[in-house]
């Protein structure tokens, strides 16, 4: 079983930055693949970016490739989406989660986990 507590979201400007972080529960984080994914308002969930569980391998949706970037640190148990220039589609709710085998996917359906959510909200 694995927890997991999303914090880092709030407000932001458009053209700014902000960095997200998942917290994980459990002794085997590196076993685990992790991915973020978002859900605005009247709209499906979409992936966003993943991350294999060495970090060796990541992912990106075209939407987000080369503004954000997803990394881990399996000391901490923790996974990170640092968001670059963000644009006002980028307001979502976002999501981690957490799949085994390490095998990062960029389907939800896989991901065994999610956590509750964070709220970013980007202005003009």
């Known amino acids: 079983q694995v927890q997991l507590v999303e914090s880092g979201g709030g407000l932001v400007q458009a053209g700014g930055s902000l960095r997200l972080s998942c917290a994980a529960s459990g002794r085997t984080f590196s076993n685990y693949a992790m991915g973020w994914f978002r859900q605005a308002p009247g709209k499906e969930r979409e992936f966003v970016a993943a991350?294999?569980?060495?970090?060796?391998?990541?992912y990106y949706a075209d939407s987000v490739k080369g503004r954000f970037t997803i990394s881990r640190d399996n000391a901490k148990n923790t996974v990170y989406l640092q968001m670059i220039s963000p644009k006002l589609e980028d307001t979502a709710v976002y999501y981690c989660?957490?799949?085994?085998?390490?095998?990062?996917?960029?389907?939800?359906?896989?991901?065994?986990?999610w956590g509750q959510g964070t709220q970013v909200t980007v202005s003009s």
């Open positions: 989660a957490a799949r085994t085998p390490g095998v990062p996917s960029m389907r939800g359906s896989v991901y065994s986990y």
């Open positions: 991350i294999s569980g060495s970090g060796g391998s990541t």
